[in-house]
């Protein structure tokens, strides 16, 4: 069993940056796949980003492409995500899931792929 906790989110102008971080607890020694995900009111769950678990491997939505970085750190079971250039659209509830996989170089962007959810934390950001 993994718990993810995210922070990080808050309340920035246009153009502003913010760093997202999920933190993993539980039974963090397996190797898990990370991806971040974003939910806006009144709209469907959108993929954002995802990370293997050895950290190589990325892959990123079109809309962030260029704007945002994902990463980890695997000593602190922590996985980041760099939010620049930010702009009003980006406002959401922005979540980070988990999945347990064999393969180092394995990324996953669909919600269906992931078996631990955290929370989330908000993201606005004013024009």
């Not at 995210?6 to 539980?26: D, P």
């Not at 898990?32 to 050895?54: D, L, M, N, T």
């Not at 602190?76 to 009003?88: D, E």
Request: glycine share 12%; aromatic share 12%.
């Amino acid at each position: 069993q993994v718990q993810l906790v995210e922070s990080g989110g808050g309340l920035v102008h246009t153009g502003g940056s913010l760093r997202l971080s999920c933190a993993g607890t539980g039974r963090t020694s397996n190797n898990y796949a990370i991806g971040w995900f974003r939910q806006a009111p009144g709209k469907e769950r959108e993929f954002v980003a995802a990370i293997s678990w050895s950290g190589g491997s990325t892959y990123y939505a079109d809309s962030v492409k260029g704007r945002f970085t994902i990463s980890r750190d695997n000593a602190k079971n922590t996985v980041y995500l760099q939010m620049s250039s930010l702009k009003p659209e980006d406002t959401a509830n922005y979540v980070c899931a988990a999945r347990l996989t064999s393969i180092r170089t394995f990324y996953y962007v669909r919600g269906g792929d992931y078996t631990y959810w955290g929370q989330g934390t908000q993201v606005t950001v004013s024009s």
